[in-house]
């Protein structure tokens, strides 16, 4: 049963989807932050110092889309250097199956290969 969840988590497209998902609402934050505290600030100004929300003035609170612009980089490095990771297994256990896999070589093929060689060899020559 392991085995069976870890071939399904692991595959590509699972594991693509989960980061997008990830990624995605990290890149959210940085939309919505812009927004409410970038954009909606700037044209409550333009129409008199009004807010959406109060009817108020209100300042801009750059630093927090700022902050949500550093939090989206540190969750899309932190994904990366998971991934990474996940590569780095992954390719051990392509490599370990790839080597467990590969059928025995027949002596005719080798005595094949031979031959082509030699064939190469005197129609260089």
Not at 31 to 36: A, D, G, I, P
């Amino acid at each position: 049963m392991w085995q069976d969840f870890k071939k399904f988590a692991f595959k590509g497209n699972v594991l693509d989807l989960a980061i997008a998902v990830v990624i995605g609402g990290a890149f959210g934050k940085i939309v919505s932050s812009l927004v409410e505290n970038i954009i909606t600030p700037i044209i409550g100004l333009l129409l008199f110092g009004a807010d959406f929300s109060t009817l108020k003035y209100k300042e801009i609170f750059y630093g927090e889309f700022i902050q949500s612009v550093f939090d989206f980089f540190v969750v899309a490095f932190s994904i990366f250097l998971f991934v990474r990771l996940l590569s780095k297994f992954k390719r051990k256990e392509d490599v370990a199956e790839a080597v467990e896999e590969a059928p025995p070589i027949d002596a005719k093929e080798v005595l094949l290969e031979e031959i082509r060689d030699l064939l190469k060899k005197q129609n260089n020559v």
